[in-house]
């Protein structure tokens, strides 16, 4: 990731720029690494390990510049999407598929994945890390008024620091470090075409407030399983089984998969903006003085199911189109549908606005 400066710069840049040279080369070759069929949400041709949590990256940074292809694109360029020590090492130390130094690590690094460990080789608490950074830089860079705008000039702090990019006012020319940032930040853009999908969600999922920034968050879950009793306003969990919930083909699915129900998922979406109770019954609780009617639903509203005794067990999000984004039962995974498949129609309550 970092161009390591001083007395180690010259023999590092010329290494990494022959790698650098190297790989442009080699950019459409090793195809059996990545799955070019699964876009949607504006990326393809990543691991899905990576898919999750490059979504997820770009769905928490505001800064118009960043897009998932641009994430995928640099993670290509740092270790094609490799995770190994052996793989994933540079000749300079630095660590993971996003290449990360030790000192920037700890600036950045986290227990993104929540599995109790905060690690550069972890997929999402790199991808996470390297979001942030990137969209830290990505301000920084929009608010500089250097040229070359913003995407290079972040790639360009990402590679060599914020500092050697106000040096130069703008990205380091060929001339530093043997051009090692200046083409790590040209490869990587010229590649970003590579990894842009076709949009898998609605056009709701592009506007702003709210509502669709909720519905983008929930976005990055699509495909993750139901767990009942799983989730937090941190991420997926595993869940638990009550007698009757979260048992598939006979045995508690609840409580060995990492996922989500109907709720927590919404509590998510919405957190820490909104701060929704844990339940369905309780979110429409805290909701139910802002009824919408069917006919004037807007993106993220809350949609909720009932059974023939009052009691509220589901609740869904409205993904424009008439469609549903929810997390629907033990055995299936967060999904996009319409609005009259996802529950029994008979059971429709009503939509609320947080």
């Known amino acids: ?43 393809q041709g990543v691991p899905a390990d990576f898919r999750k949590w490059i979504l997820k ?28 020590v052996a793989e994933a090492t540079s000749a300079v130390g630095a660590q993971g598929p996003a290449q990360f130094m030790p000192g920037t690590w700890s600036t950045w690094g986290r227990d993104a994945d929540g599995n109790g ?3 550069p080789w972890d997929i ?63 490869l990587i853009l010229s590649t970003m ?14 506007g702003s407030g709210t509502g669709p920034d909720a519905l983008r968050r929930a976005s990055t879950e699509l495909g993750v399983k139901y767990s009942y009793g799983g989730g937090t306003p941190s ?3 595993t869940g638990f089984c009550d007698g009757v919930n979260g048992y598939l083909g006979g045995r508690c699915d609840a409580s060995r998969t990492r996922g989500w129900d109907c709720s927590s998922l919404v509590q998510y979406a919405y957190w820490p903006s909104v701060q929704l109770p844990r339940t369905a019954a309780a979110q429409y609780g805290a909701t139910s003085n802002r009824p919408v009617a069917r006919g004037d639903l807007k993106p993220g509203d809350l949609l909720f199911w009932s059974n023939t005794s009052g009691f509220i067990y589901h609740v869904g999000m409205y993904a424009g189109d008439g ?22 129609e008979r059971d429709y309550l009503g939509a609320t606005r947080p």
């Not at 007395?7 to 799955?35: H, R, Y």
């Open 57 to 84: 990256a770009d769905a928490d940074c505001k800064e118009p510049s960043m897009t998932p292809a641009l994430l995928a694109a640099q993670l290509y360029q740092e270790s094609k999407f490799k995770t190994t």
């Open 235 to 237: 991420g997926p969990s």
């Open 193 to 206: 075409s590579r990894f842009q999908g076709p949009a898998l969600v609605p056009v709701a999922f592009t």
């Open 117 to 119: 460990r905060n690690s």
């Open 1 to 43: 990731m970092k161009v390591v400066v001083g007395a180690v710069a010259g023999i590092a840049g010329l290494i990494l720029l022959i790698v650098i040279g190297a790989a442009v080369l080699i950019v459409d070759e090793d195809s059996s690494a990545v799955d070019a069929t699964n876009g949607g949400a504006g990326l």
């Open 323 to 344: 469609n549903v984004l929810h997390a629907p039962r033990t055995g299936k995974s967060v999904e996009l549908v319409p609005l009259a498949s996802a529950m029994p």
């Open 124 to 186: 999402g608490d790199a991808v996470i890390a390297q979001g942030r950074m990137m969209c830290s830089l990505l301000r920084q860079a929009a608010a500089s008024g250097y040229p070359g705008g913003p995407r290079a000039l972040a790639l360009a702090g990402y590679n060599a620091g914020w500092g050697r990019v106000q040096q130069y006012r703008g990205v380091p020319p060929q001339s530093f470090a043997n051009g090692e940032t200046y083409n790590y930040v040209q």
